[in-house]
Every structure is written in structure tokens, then in C-alpha cells.
């Protein structure tokens, strides 16, 4: 899993396309973000971990959270269902 690319020497400080292994947390919509906001993560893992368990949940709780990912990106459910959909998703990780 991947935080941050390593500076030394400006070598792979960018790798193309979605970086599915990025550390990422899961929230509760709604949560308040704010300073404490990674304490409020309900759950944590890869980019693609998350998006595959938030696709497992019941239909009519998926829009209750959000992906919070590395470099403080938020994702929110119809952006996690297109990364879903896309022909490159890791669905057997």
C-alpha cells in the first residue's frame, strides 16, 4: 500500500492512472471532516479495498459514506460506482 512516493531524487514521484493501493479511509457521510477528521474513519485499507466493501454493503446504504483517499481526496458513492464499473478495477484482490 502506498502513502506517498518517495522524493529522493525526484524519481517516481508520479505513476499514471489510479493508484488502486493507496492507503484510503472509509467515513460515515456526513461526519463533520475538520481536524480530527482522520480519527473518524470507521474503517481503513486500499483504494480498491474500500470501493469493493462499499459495494458489498445493502444498495440503500452505500450513499451513506465516503472514501476519504491519499493526498486528501474525497470520494463520494457516484464516483465509487464509476471506479467500479471501469474495465480496470481489481475486482480479485
Known sequence: M????????????HRPG????DRAFLHQAGDGGGVLDGAKSIRDGTFA????????????NRSEHYIQKAGDRKFEYDEIVSLYNRTDFPRGD
Open 49 to 60: 479495498e474500500l470501493i469493493r466493501h462499499i459495494m458489498l454493503l445493502p444498495e440503500e
Open 2 to 13: 502506498t502513502d506517498h512516493p518517495s522524493t529522493y531524487k525526484a524519481e517516481d514521484t
Open 18 to 21: 489510479i493508484q488502486w493501493d
